[in-house]
């Protein structure tokens, strides 16, 4: 139980153009879910807390314009990377919090790579 | 100071032996620690998780808590080369929205046969 997807699992892109990561819970319904960045020989770094059927909170520094995120139901969060750039190619994770327990369950990631 | 750290290391152990990871936070409200392991290349995978002091064992691996000390440990018995990996601590704190976790910047171990 407990399993987190992430689609796709790596993409290239242009620098200019949107990308957009799905994160889901497969067997579990989240009401809470989180995103992360991770550069080469880092930790993670929380970008942004995303809540179903709310907007997202973001952590301080992270352009919200820029990270859009949406929550549209108990079991998918997308993030929207806009106009990338080289300087966001990353690895990307989600997590999804199992309602009512504590622990975080993290899908596979997601390596952003902008040209 | 960082509100949880960990010695980078990396720390190298030879197979079969105990290795210690150690962590330290700075928000004393924290309530909740989790431990999870990242292999190169991908996404952290939860060992354990510990919210009262003392001891708490799963298989070969054993999560330290010392509250009064700000402290959280792992210790892995009979250390296996598959154990070589990044492990990250994170914190939840107190009254903390929807469960936000802080992590540590991670401990590479490494365990050679």
């Known amino acids: 139980g407990a399993v987190v997807s992430q689609h796709p699992s790596w993409v290239i892109c242009k620098s200019g153009t949107s990308v957009k990561i799905e994160c889901r819970s497969l067997d579990f319904q989240a009401t809470t879910m989180f995103w992360y960045r991770q550069f080469p020989k880092q930790s993670l770094m929380l970008m942004a807390t995303s809540n179903e059927g709310s907007k997202a909170t973001y952590e301080q520094g992270v352009e919200k314009d820029k990270f859009l995120i949406n929550h549209a139901s108990l079991t998918l969060s997308t993030l929207t990377v806009t106009s990338a750039h080289p300087e966001d190619s990353s690895f990307y994770i989600c997590?999804?919090?199992?309602?009512?327990?504590?622990?975080?369950?993290f899908g596979p990631g997601t390596r952003l790579t902008v040209l | 100071q960082k509100e949880v750290e960990q010695n980078s290391g990396p720390l190298s152990v030879p197979e079969g032996a105990i290795a210690s990871l150690n962590c330290t936070y700075s928000d004393r409200g924290s309530q909740s620690f989790f431990w999870y392991r990242q292999y190169s290349g991908k996404s952290p995978e939860l060992i354990m998780f510990?919210?009262?002091?003392g001891d708490k064992e799963d298989g070969r691996f054993t999560a330290q808590l010392n509250k009064a000390s700000q402290y959280v440990s792992l210790l892995i018995r009979d250390s296996q080369p598959s154990d070589s990996a990044t492990y990250l601590c994170a914190v939840k704190k107190g009254g903390t929205s929807y469960g936000k976790l802080t992590f540590g910047q991670g401990t590479i171990l490494t365990v050679h046969p």
């Open positions: 510990i919210y009262s002091n």
């Open positions: 997590s999804a919090r199992v309602t009512s327990r504590n622990e975080q369950f």
